[in-house]
């Protein structure tokens, strides 16, 4: 049985096995070792696992700033991919959002990344914006 639930330390092996499948070109900033310990920092309560019994099997991580809220890492194993897990853990995130007074979200594809569709099912649009960005 599919279960979503806030993220455990015990966790991160299954996460990190997680990203690096679903994610394997990511730069090393975004990797778990650097971004799970950053979002436990900072709302670990709005970072989220899938599981399947002690299996984690998709995640997402969700962050809000009083103004706008944002959702990151959103992350289904690939062998599991079509049975709503990714649909359920945006349901969750929004949810978890809208309980700290969010009223927008949103969120970043890549550039020819054909799971903009996907979002777009779940009543996202493509916005005119020009994402920027500066490493530190």
């Known amino acids: 049985m599919t279960r979503i639930v806030t993220y455990r330390d015990d966790q991160f092996a299954g996460l990190d096995a997680l990203w690096r499948e679903v994610f394997p070109n990511d730069p090393p900033r975004n990797r778990a070792a650097q971004s799970v310990p950053a979002k436990l920092a900072e709302q670990?309560?709005?970072l989220f696992v899938a599981v399947d019994g002690d299996a984690?099997?998709?995640s997402i991580m969700a962050g809000y700033d009083g103004h706008r809220g944002w959702l990151y890492a959103v992350a289904v194993s690939k062998v599991r991919q079509g049975e709503g897990i990714g649909r359920a853990l945006v349901a969750h995130a929004?949810?978890?959002l809208r309980d700290k007074g969010c009223i927008k979200v949103?969120?970043?594809v890549r550039e020819g990344n054909p799971v903009a569709g996907f979002y777009e099912k779940l009543g996202y649009e493509i916005e005119?914006?020009?994402s920027m960005g500066k490493s530190l």
Do not use: F, H, S, W
């Open 106 to 108: 949103n969120l970043q």
């Open 128 to 130: 005119p914006r020009t």
């Open 94 to 96: 929004e949810q978890a």
């Open 56 to 58: 984690v099997i998709g």
């Open 44 to 46: 670990p309560d709005l």
